[in-house]
């Protein structure tokens, strides 16, 4: 027999002046199949048409509707009703600019972070020529570049960072995820100081304090743990460069990651 | 009121407006582009399946061209399509793929050696050439002739978008997400930006453009069942409708995807099928080859969605308490197949259908999935009505598909047009001396803002938005489906009447400060009820069955009387739209036949032999579109 829910929502309106944060509670009749997106959508269209909740594509694939779901980030429109207790809790992601109720702007830092870290493939546009075969690459090399590229900005590996919790300048997991992307990638021209330059700090690789919640919460189940910690070691093995004999250095630093076997 | 001043205005950051404004910035212009969502979250990330080119690197599109890739499209089309633009599609296609691999896009490669394929269930062995190592692989789609569809897995949509979404980055377009455009600002002849609405705050803003383009997608949510996001509401064929100026092209030609999932019509990419999935009825059977013995699943969408339905017409389909179903078998592809290259569907099936289609089978129907109509465009994405004012994608009626578009073409299509259209965008706006009159500007600021106090304050009436939105969804899923009837369809034009009208006078039922959620649906629904109904007049005034519009009570596809174009304007203070029709096409390089698959009769057309002659001026465009 299908429930009755209870949704317990945060609300917060702050172009409201008159408006403070506080809990409201909405009770929904639960069917089969139903997910999160379709009890917060007929709540907006039958109950309270001014929540401010973000959908989409409701499918999972566009990362939209980020949201705490009884205290751990995930997709809304991915998580089935049925897979919940009868009473859920639902609040904004933290670290974002709040919008208002469930709604936080993920864009902006995105982009903001992306400009940081020069997320584009670093190579010579002009010299594009139409008339030319395109470059050749390893279908398991074009494969591991893929895997990395699924990363669908939703947020929740930042809001279930420790360490986003204590420095608001984190790069996070999913930005260093993004550098190892364009590492991976021969088109890219980037050499290992340029970047260092971009996340050898404690803003980037050295500020993680490890404790991988990003790829416990990921929604698409993207590698964050491996990268980070194949981007940690390059870094790291850049920064005693002087150091450490160069042969050793050029035998481990592409261990773990494409190159060692796109190269071997 | 703030303003913004752009040279180029991208109203839009999908695959097609992302595509325009890395153009428009790599030309030195400067870009503004408004989008509803930070532009990765555009409906053009949810594409699966791939984009069609003929670049003839998979052993199974040996022998493909342009040339081969130009027929197909057509067909597809049943000649409904603008074959000069089909022609600059099919040839740039091959130079876009590689263009956007230069800038990153991991496509899946060539590995030589031999592959078990599948083709309708059945396994083979093909051996990928050696010389082709490493060059862009394609999979099948349907209605083509050979294997042209180019695909990172099955997240294409996203990858794309990923890498134009950095170049924009690179080269510095400006962004300005959670914006909605609520009218276009002109002086009766030219285009001159937009007035948009800030989704963060409510306020209203304007946007002075030397040029201006709209690349909003679909407006597949006037139908309550369908694959598009929930954004897909039409913005920017509303405002470019409300100028009264600007046609929309052929909106009765709606397309409905064989595979959308039941319950939750999230569709599955053509890929299922192309990569040798079949489909089965009530009884385990497969029936596909019995309708079409050559193409099989592998037909047009149109037929392939036409066969479904009348087999399940025939208690043939699987009853369910969301209605009747068919089957989508993808078991004998494997777990390898099914979780690397099939793995967005793989995700789908187990989060939203609690099916794992390793060992189980996907329940599928057709299901709205895509708008072939739009802005009506000239071959170079100038709409019609208004200088300066561009389309490009699905929210445009360019027309490369005529009344039926083959998958993986409009993917495709986002990035050739985005290119070809870019660069005449840039020799428009270098070439234009724009003059911003204020009065256009207050003008339109002034319609918005009263559009607005007559919502809030419910001055004009007490309708409710989500009421009236219900009422459209109903009629359109009830009469303006995938079989249509004059009958239905004049059901549909006079309820869609009945809603305009009431569309005029709805009242928010809630109040809140700053940007009011509420108002957001409000603002949009009477536009969306002209958007259904410029298609269910469309539909009913178009007797004939071409493609995608299948009219019960005229089944033949009328070349005699209808090779043409339907453009739909919607007059200042009208109550309905007005319709007006041009050739199909200026010429035809491939004169109207048969498709091939489909069956159906056609009456055909004596064109004069001149219609068969390809311009000079046509030949010399196409050259310049290469380089």
């Known amino acids: ?264 | 009121m703030q303003i913004h001043h752009t040279d180029v205005l991208c109203i839009g950051a999908g695959l097609a407006g992302e595509r325009v404004a890395v153009e428009a910035a790599m030309a030195g212009l400067n870009t503004i582009m408004l989008s509803l969502v930070p532009p990765r979250r555009s409906h053009s990330s949810a594409a699966q399946g791939g984009m069609q080119a003929a670049l003839g690197n998979a052993i199974m599109g040996d022998g493909d061209s342009p040339d081969v890739h130009f027929a197909d499209t057509v067909k597809g089309s049943d000649w409904g399509c603008d074959q000069e633009v089909a022609r600059i599609f099919a040839d740039t296609a091959p130079i876009v793929m590689r263009e956007v691999a230069h800038w990153g896009v991991p496509w899946n490669r060539v590995v030589p050696g031999k592959h078990t394929y599948y083709k309708g269930g059945k396994p083979f062995e093909a051996e990928e050439k050696a010389e082709k190592a490493g060059l862009i692989h394609a999979r099948a789609f349907g209605g083509t002739a050979k294997w042209r569809t180019c695909y990172t897995a099955d997240g294409t949509g996203r990858s794309v978008l990923n890498t134009l979404d950095t170049k924009c980055l690179q080269y510095g377009v400006t962004v300005h997400d959670r914006m909605q455009a609520e009218a276009l600002i002109h002086d009766g002849e030219t285009c001159l930006g937009c007035i948009a609405r800030c989704l963060r705050t409510g306020e209203l803003v304007a946007y002075l453009a030397t040029s201006t383009l709209i690349a909003t997608g679909g407006y597949g949510r006037i139908y309550k069942a369908t694959t598009n996001a929930v954004i897909c509401d039409g913005g920017g064929q509303i405002i470019a409708l409300d100028t009264g100026l600007v046609p929309m092209g052929n909106m009765e030609a709606v397309q409905f995807h064989p595979t959308g999932t039941v319950p939750t019509d999230i569709l599955v990419t053509e890929g299922c099928r192309g990569d040798g999935g079949t489909l089965l009825d009530v009884n385990l059977y497969r029936f596909m080859p019995d309708y079409e013995p050559d193409k099989s699943e592998l037909a047009s969408r149109d037929v392939v969605s036409r066969r479904m339905t009348e087999h399940m017409r025939k208690g043939l389909g699987v009853k369910s308490p969301y209605g009747d179903h068919l089957w989508l078998d993808i078991r004998h592809l494997g777990e390898k197949h099914i979780t690397t290259k099939l793995r967005e569907v793989y995700d789908i099936c187990t989060n939203f259908l609690g099916v794992n289609p390793i060992h189980q089978l996907i329940p599928v129907r057709p299901t709205h999935h895509y708008s072939m109509g739009g802005v009506r465009t000239n071959r170079d994405g100038a709409a019609y009505g208004l200088k300066g004012l561009f389309s490009a994608g699905e929210s445009a009626c360019w027309d490369m598909h005529g009344f039926n578009r083959l998958g993986g073409n409009s993917l495709a299509e986002t990035v050739v047009a985005g290119r070809y259209i870019g660069k005449r965008m840039v020799e428009y706006t270098k070439g234009a001396t724009p003059s911003f009159g204020m009065q256009y500007v207050d003008d339109a600021h002034k319609k918005v803002q009263e559009r607005i106090t007559d919502i809030v304050t419910g001055r004009k009436g007490k309708e409710n938005a989500f009421k009236i939105r219900d009422e459209m969804h109903d009629i359109m899923m009830e009469c303006v489906g995938i079989f249509r009837n004059g009958k239905d369809l004049q059901k549909a034009v006079n309820k869609l009447e009945e809603l305009y009208d009431r569309s005029q006078k709805i009242c928010l039922s809630s109040t809140c400060k700053g940007m009011n959620p509420e108002l957001s649906t409000a603002l949009r629904i009477r536009g969306m009820v002209k958007l259904a109904q410029c298609t269910a007049y469309g539909a009913l005034m178009r007797t004939e069955s071409r493609g995608a519009h299948t009219r019960e009570d005229f089944p033949e596809r009328n070349d005699k009387d209808w090779l043409n174009r339907t453009l739909a304007y919607w007059k200042e203070g009208a109550s309905m739209p007005t319709l007006e029709y041009e050739e199909a096409s200026p010429y035809y390089e491939l004169p109207p036949g048969d498709r091939g698959y489909g069956g159906g009769v056609t009456i055909p057309n004596e064109l004069p032999p001149e219609k068969f002659v390809i311009p000079e001026a046509a030949k010399e465009n196409l050259k310049k579109a290469k380089l």
């Open chain 1, 1 to 264: 027999m299908n429930r009755m829910l209870t949704l317990n929502i945060f609300r917060y309106n702050p172009l409201d002046p008159d408006s403070t944060p506080r809990m409201q509670t909405f009770t929904v009749q639960e069917y089969d199949s139903m997910t999160l997106f379709i009890a917060l959508t007929q709540i907006r269209d039958e109950k309270d048409p001014t929540l401010k909740v973000d959908f989409c594509c409701r499918a999972g694939i566009c990362g939209s509707c980020a949201m705490v779901i009884n205290g751990r980030p995930g997709l809304a429109c991915h998580t089935q009703t049925k897979d919940l207790p009868a009473e859920i809790t639902l609040h904004p992601l933290p670290f974002f600019q709040l919008l208002g109720d469930l709604s936080v702007d993920t864009g902006s830092w995105f982009r903001k972070t992306g400009l940081q870290i020069e997320a584009w493939c670093h190579s010579d546009d002009k010299a594009f020529d139409p008339t030319a075969e395109e470059m050749r690459m390893d279908n398991d090399l074009a494969n591991e570049i893929f895997e990395l590229d699924r990363c669908i900005e939703c947020g929740c590996c930042m809001a279930a960072c420790g360490t986003a919790r204590m420095r608001t300048d984190f790069l996070g997991a999913v930005s260093i995820m993004r550098v190892a992307r364009f590492y991976l990638d021969p088109r890219d021209k980037r050499s290992e100081d340029d970047y260092y330059e971009v996340i050898g700090n404690d803003q980037g690789v050295f500020g993680c304090m490890g404790l991988l919640a990003c790829e416990d919460v990921c929604p698409k189940g993207i590698p964050l743990q491996d990268q980070l910690g194949i981007m940690r070691r390059m870094m790291a093995m850049h920064s005693v460069k002087g150091v450490l004999p160069r042969p050793l250095i050029e035998t481990i630093k592409k261990k773990g990651c494409c190159h060692a076997h796109a190269q071997s």
